[in-house]
T-cell receptor, first 109, second 113 residues
Framework: QKEVEQNSGPLSVPEGAIASLNCTYSDRVSQSFFWYRQYSGKSPELIMS????GDKEDGRFTAQLNKASQYVSLLIRDSQPSDSATYLCAVYNTDKLIFGTGTRLQVFP | SAVISQKPSRDICQRGTSLTIQCQVD?????MFWYRQQPGQSLTLIAT?????????ESGFVIDKFPISRPNLTFSTLTVSNMSPEDSSIYLC??????????FGEGSWLTVV
């Protein structure tokens, strides 16, 4: 079992819709969780971090964490074509950050 | 957040040669890391660059192939030794801030021919 799992996609949503990206992790003791966005040809850019169960909102982005289910998600409201990118879930575990394989999001006009 | 500069940003290298990538952070950081991203893949941690001591390598990566230096709290280098086409990748330097958040440099895009 991979340490951090994501559906590779692509996830296609129309402009203005909510995009929902999901991630599961295997190590129960993980405490810190991150979402990065990576445009083609660019390095990863941090979008959100979350440490406690529940929701954390930042603008159009909402991160959700459920430690009991070992599940973290990212919601993007009012999706824009500029949101089209690969979204990487990352889990901080014993002094290192482990990445999922990423989900490719396509937002079409 | 930390601002991380890497160079070279891009290079084409001959097989059998070695290339050193430099990483400079704009503030002192405790933890620095080197990742590799092969074409179409996610990020894989190569090693943690430890200041004043040998780097800590992940499974599948060895010091002879990827020697790393960390002479101070703002600078690190990664050398890719005896390169083969399989080493064609993006190499990413990263640093962790006081809040356990990891930021990335812009990456070094290596093509081995």
């Amino acid at each position: 079992q991979k340490e951090v799992e994501q559906n590779s996609g692509p996830l296609s949503v129309p402009e203005g819709a909510i995009a929902s990206l999901n991630c599961t992790y295997s190590d129960r003791v993980s405490q810190s969780f991150f979402w990065y966005r990576q445009y083609s040809g660019k390095s990863p850019e941090l979008i959100m971090s979350i440490y406690s169960n529940g929701d954390k909102e930042d603008g159009r982005f909402t991160a959700q964490l459920n430690k009991a289910s070992q599940y973290v998600s990212l919601l993007i409201r009012d999706s824009q074509p500029s949101d089209s990118a690969t979204y990487l879930c990352a889990v901080y575990n014993t002094d290192k950050l482990i990445f999922g394989t990423g989900t490719r999001l396509q937002v079409f006009p | 957040s930390a601002v991380i500069s890497q160079k070279p940003s891009r290079d084409i290298c001959q097989r059998g040669t070695s290339l050193t990538i430099q990483c400079q952070v704009d503030s002192q950081v405790t933890m620095m890391f080197w990742y590799r991203q092969q074409p179409g893949q996610s990020l894989t941690l190569i090693a943690t660059a430890n200041q004043g001591s040998e780097a800590t390598y992940e499974s599948g990566f060895v010091i002879d192939k990827f020697p790393i230096s960390r002479p101070n709290l703002t600078f690190s280098t990664l050398t890719v030794s005896n390169m083969s086409p399989e080493d064609s990748s993006i190499y990413l330097c990263s640093a962790e801030d006081d809040g356990n958040t990891i930021y990335f440099g812009e990456g070094s895009w290596l093509t081995v021919v």
